[in-house]
């Protein structure tokens, strides 16, 4: 609200309010209030802003796909440390992170990797690979009815974080789940009540796959399943 204390104030610069006041006045600085005018364009400011940030969200999502043919280039370390760092924040269950990340950056053993991933070779040429491990145990005792699957869940969803940012930060990834899983787990020192999620591999890609999507508004309904009136 402007009266005629706040619109004689916005008017004058900082160093011009002190002049104003004797030290005895106050103890305390006086902050400058913003005038109304001032505030309307903040608030559009920050509505644009809100509103390029969640655009940018939406091509995110939209343009994010699974690339198999990697470049050698270089993955700056600290992009992946951030990336999982960052992923870490996702929904689970009774806020229980149940899932440990392997990096991997051997040459030799993403080649290994790749022959156990039924020859699903290509994974080696990305300059890392991150290995999603799931650890059921304290989700289950917190949860012994639901825990698997809450354990599954919170364990998807910090790996789509992860799809996700790889994607944002320039980079190409994709959910490798096909593997012989028991030998990758002994290959990699994983103990047998764990179980390996996914084999992501990290890297900039070398193409471009367009997939078609069944992206069609009938797979939503309202208020009840099957109905699609509003
Ligand atoms: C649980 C899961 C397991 C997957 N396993 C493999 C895999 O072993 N090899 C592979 O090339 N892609 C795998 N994918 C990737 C899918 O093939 C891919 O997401 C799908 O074709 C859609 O393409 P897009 O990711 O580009 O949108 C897997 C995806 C998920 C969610």
Same mark, same amino acid.
């Given at each position: 609200? !402007? ?10 610069? $900082?160093?011009?309010?002190? %002049? ?14 913003? !005038? @109304?005018? $001032? ?32 470049? !050698?280039?270089?993955?700056? @370390?600290?992009? =992946?440390?951030? +990336? ?19 990096? &991997? *950056?051997? /040459? ?16 080696? $040429? ?11 145990? *304290? &989700?289950?005792?917190?949860?012994? /009815? ?5 354990? +599954?869940?919170? !364990?998807?969803?910090? =790996?789509?974080? +992860? ?35 996914? &084999? ?6 070398? @193409?471009?796959?367009?997939? @078609? ?15 699609? %009136? *509003?």
């Amino acid at each position: 609200m !402007t009266n005629r204390f706040t619109s004689f104030f916005s008017s004058k610069k $900082e160093h011009e309010i002190d %002049d104003y006041y004797s030290p005895d006045d106050y103890s305390e600085p006086q902050k400058v209030l913003p !005038t @109304e005018k $001032e505030l309307k364009n903040l608030r559009k400011e920050n509505a644009l802003l809100k509103k390029s940030f969640f655009e940018q969200n939406l091509e995110s999502i939209k343009t994010r796909r699974s690339v198999r043919k990697y470049s !050698t280039k270089e993955v700056d @370390e600290k992009t =992946i440390y951030d +990336i999982i760092e960052a992923s870490l924040n996702a929904p689970a269950t009774g806020n229980i992170q149940n899932y440990r990340t392997i990096i &991997v *950056k051997d /040459q030799k053993r993403k080649n290994e990797i790749g022959k156990i991933a039924l020859n699903q070779c290509w994974l080696s $040429e990305a300059p890392y690979l991150l290995i999603i491990v799931r650890d059921d145990s *304290k &989700v289950i005792s917190m949860y012994p /009815q639901d825990g698997m699957r809450y354990s +599954i869940q919170n !364990t998807a969803a910090y =790996i789509q974080n +992860i799809l996700s940012l790889v994607h944002a930060a320039g980079l190409s990834s994709c959910w490798v789940e096909a593997c012989q899983n028991d030998v990758l787990k002994e290959y990699l020192g994983i103990s047998g009540s764990l179980s390996i999620d996914a &084999v992501l591999p990290v890297g900039y890609a070398l @193409e471009k796959p367009h997939v @078609e999507k069944e992206l069609i508004l009938d797979m939503v309904f309202f208020e009840t399943y099957g109905n699609r %009136d *509003k």
